[in-house]
């Protein structure tokens, strides 16, 4: 589960001063759900997201994922978390099967139990192909497939994806889109941030919209609908979005 | 911190490292070929110079020639001088170099010689300084001018019955009582403590900044910094392997260069064969422990310094100061009349450069050895510590 806990995060910029890029956002997702967070470019996703995967440390507020907190146990959130961005690449000049190795020994696995889940991981991800090729070798979808995998290799019970499909050809965004809705099926708690409102709404449990760091309405597309008097989820995002402007 | 993700990341920068071409370039295949191709292009320009001088002729101007006939036979008799009997403009042409040199006889030279002994003559050689073919002359003809007056000393000394041997009532002998170590040793530590220090310095840089900005630049950094690790095993791991660079780009160019210098005898055979490389292995011990402090300062201050870029060319611009920085103190060694005191002993670079001289010259300052190693020990526990709060600065990670 993620619990997000009045989650607050200022940068000190040269030009702008104190700029307050999360501001208290609170918001729950359970086990089997997909959460998204929905904002333009610079509304606080990719920061709220980062202080989930403690990437960043929040200046304020909290959260608990997977019964572990950002602030005191990063570690062990770390340890139960798979984080996947446009801004997550791979090594290049290892190959696929290396990459995917490198981070289950860092994730502790031993060695019989990390060829196991390697092998299990390739095999479901039809993989075998490009397993020895370096990674600055594959094509885009291989390489994605390659990230998923990597964040898949120990099993995480949470999964944090930042904008996955952002640059990607309609049938790697497919395999993706694939990839969260199997998540969910396993029973993982999973949330992504995305600014399509075609997979927010093919997707999302919870929609969350985020606008100028701040969590601006939360709820089920339907909730948002009846609440907003309005079918299409753009036309709903814009009259949030618009109000605060 | 744990020791075994320290491992997997260092064995992981190792392989990634080990694959890239521009890694194996800068630290083994250029410390392994630069210093033999830099002294055989070197010493092939050498022989091939020398070679070609003494083989030439030096055309040489006799000015007033009628004056010494003698000694002007005995000139032009010389193998590797012709003799030009224009002798018109001879200070022009000795610098437009078509003449190496000429050489005037004063008025009645032979005959004054004869008559009256007591008044000196004076032969003038006009000569083009420092230029190679200008100095071979004026040697020749410095050798047949002075064999000449030898024989005539001889001569006089005979008119007046003495030998010949009055002359040299003793003769002084110097033996060298240095072992080649102590030769070799005054040498090398002339200019091996700059270039140890200098290869340490650029043999970390390449990885320094491959695994910091090269991350960032690459998108890799946000995927290491969501895996479990600590920043501090991270750290701890990438500064290894700078260090393991490092320290074997300086291996490499010492080994590569005493080779060198130990073969280049044997393929120029025109130059000297008296220089022997001799060092003791304390004395290479000792170097290596000052050495590898200052090593682990260089690897640590790179990284910290070079995570602050955004990419691969901003901190090469970044980290360019420092070897300007490190330059100067370094050249310490080779400056005469620099000698080591306790507060030069405190300053970093430069005291392990002054130490290292002495090391290699076989003198073991311990009081000394001991203020250096400490105190570079305490500059590295500073640099490692700056670097891993520089891993832990969002700022610095982020640039936000």
Known sequence: MIESLQLCKQFQDKKRGVVRAVESVSFRCQPGQIYGLLGANGAGKTTTLRMLATILKPTSGTAKVAGHDVVTEPQKVRASVGFLSTATALYGRLTAQEMVEYFGRLHGLDEGTLKKRVDEIFNRLNMKEFRTRACDKLSTGEKQKVSIARTLVNDPPVMIFDEPTVGLDVMTARTIVGFIRECRQRGKTVIFSTHVMSEAEKLCDTIGIIHNGRLMAEGTLAALRTQHNLEDLEDIFVQVVGDQK | ?400
């Open chain 2, 1 to 400: 911190m744990s020791l075994r993700n320290v491992g997997i990341i260092y064995r992981k920068e190792l392989t990634d490292s080990l694959r890239d071409r521009r890694t194996l370039i800068s630290s083994i295949v250029v410390p392994i070929l630069s210093f033999p191709l830099l002294m055989l292009a070197i010493g092939a320009i050498a022989v091939f110079v020398i070679t070609k001088t003494t083989q030439q002729q030096q055309v040489v101007a006799l000015i007033h020639a009628e004056q010494a006939p003698d000694l002007a036979q005995r000139i032009r008799r010389e193998r590797n001088l012709r003799v030009v009997g224009d002798a018109e403009n001879y200070i022009q042409r000795i610098n437009d170099k078509s003449l190496q040199a000429a050489v005037e006889f004063p008025t009645g030279m032979e005959e004054k010689i004869r008559t009256s002994p007591e008044e000196p003559q004076t032969v003038k050689i006009y000569v083009y300084e420092d230029e190679l073919r200008s100095s071979t002359a004026a040697r020749a003809i410095e050798s047949v001018v002075r064999q000449y007056r030898d024989e005539i000393v001889t001569q006089r000394i005979s008119s007046r019955g003495l030998e010949a041997r009055a002359l040299q009532p003793f003769k002084t002998e110097k033996q060298n009582v240095a072992s080649a170590e102590k030769v070799t040793g005054n040498v090398l530590g002339f200019i091996l403590p700059y270039f140890i220090i200098i290869l340490c310095l650029t043999g970390a840089m390449y990885p320094a900044i491959d695994m910091t900005a090269g991350e960032k630049e690459r998108g890799t950094m946000e995927t290491i910094l969501a895996s479990p690790i600590g920043r501090g095993e991270l750290v701890f791991g990438k500064f290894l392997l700078t260090l393991t660079a490092s320290l074997v780009t300086t291996a490499l160019s010492i080994i590569s260069l005493g080779l060198t210098v130990m073969a280049v005898p044997f393929l120029f055979s025109q130059l000297s064969k008296k220089f022997v490389v001799a060092v003791s292995i304390k004395a290479a011990a000792a170097v290596f422990f000052l050495i590898l402090p200052l090593a682990i300062v260089f690897a640590a201050v790179m990284m910290a310094l070079a995570l602050r870029a955004r990419n691969y060319r901003e901190a090469q611009s970044l980290l360019a100061p420092l070897l300007f920085l490190v330059i100067l103190p370094a050249l310490a060694s080779m400056v005469p009349g620099i000698e080591l005191n306790p507060r030069l002993a405190l300053v970093p670079v430069m005291n392990v450069s002054l130490v290292a001289k002495e090391i290699l010259a076989g003198q073991y300052p311990w009081p000394f050895i001991g203020i250096i190693f400490g105190s570079t020990c305490v500059y590295a526990a500073a640099a490692l510590f700056y670097a891993r709060r520089q891993f832990e600065s969002e700022e610095v990670l982020f640039r936000i």
